[in-house]
């Protein structure tokens, strides 16, 4: 079964950091390119980070720029994103999922999201 | 604000059609073709109804289509069931700062 399973999500304070994870299973991780998809309590969904196949390119949501970092293991088949600086704002459900098609080095490849894991709650609050 | 706009809500009845709109710029639904659809029931993840503007994927009901004119993007939903009942999602690539942008939701409601 294709699956991502989220982890790593949690109360934080506000200027802390958190490490989410993202375990992939049943396809091939490390020929799709990968990313990060946030939604507020109650709001819609907002695209946060990508990441190439390879983990050599990697793409930030303006909102989050300088402060969160995506990055890969394709040997443990797991994706991670790293937050620092943490605000009230980014408070969410944090998804990962896998882009559509395979071996995509194009940015237009984040346009389809096929498979998503369950998400990861992220609170940010003293 | 999301950057694509969404009606907040429609409904219907079951069996009826329904239409929802995606209304972009020319740099994103009317540049390119890389229009998507998705479907989220309370709780649960998105789930991709439609991508590239109109293709399905393997094991999506083929009551759900997508189209495009313009830089308004539209899915349309035959034969409405009750467990349609959900938020729908576009999404489209920019030529903006970041690849992809979504749109605020439309909530459906099944009568």
């Known amino acids: 079964e294709v699956q991502l399973l989220e982890s790593g999500g949690g109360l934080v304070q506000p200027g802390g950091s958190l490490r989410l994870s993202c375990a992939a299973s049943?396809?091939?991780?490390?020929?799709?390119?990968m990313t990060w998809v946030r939604q507020a309590p109650g709001k819609g969904l907002e695209w946060v980070s990508g990441?190439?196949?390879?983990?050599?390119?990697?793409y930030h949501a303006d909102s989050v720029k300088g402060r969160f970092t995506i990055s890969r293991d394709n040997s443990k088949n797991t994706l991670y994103l790293h937050m620092n600086s943490l605000r009230a704002e980014d408070t969410a459900e944090y998804y990962c999922?896998?882009?559509?098609?395979?071996?995509?080095?194009?940015?237009?490849?984040?346009?389809?999201?096929?498979?998503w894991g369950q998400g990861t709650m992220v609170t940010v609050s003293s | 604000q999301s950057a694509l706009t969404q009606p907040a809500s429609v409904s219907g009845s079951p069996g009826q059609s329904i239409t929802f709109s995606c209304t972009g710029t020319?740099?994103?639904?009317?540049?390119?073709?890389?229009v998507s659809w998705y479907q989220q029931h309370p709780g649960k993840a998105p789930k991709l109804m439609i991508y590239?503007?109109?293709n399905r994927p393997s094991g999506v009901s083929n009551r759900f289509s997508g189209s495009k004119s313009g830089n308004t993007a539209s899915l349309t939903i035959s034969g409405l069931q009750a467990e349609d009942e959900a938020d729908y999602y576009c999404?489209?690539?920019?030529?903006?700062?970041?690849?992809?942008?979504f749109g605020g939701g439309t909530k459906l409601t099944v009568l």
């Open positions: 999922a896998k882009v559509r098609l395979e071996y995509c080095s194009s940015t237009s490849c984040y346009s389809a999201f096929d498979i």
């Open positions: 049943g396809f091939t991780f490390s020929t799709h390119a």
């Open positions: 990441i190439t196949v390879s983990g050599g390119s990697t």
């Open positions: 020319s740099s994103d639904i009317g540049g390119y073709n890389y």
């Open positions: 590239d503007v109109s």
């Open positions: 999404s489209s690539y920019t030529s903006s700062s970041a690849p992809v942008e």
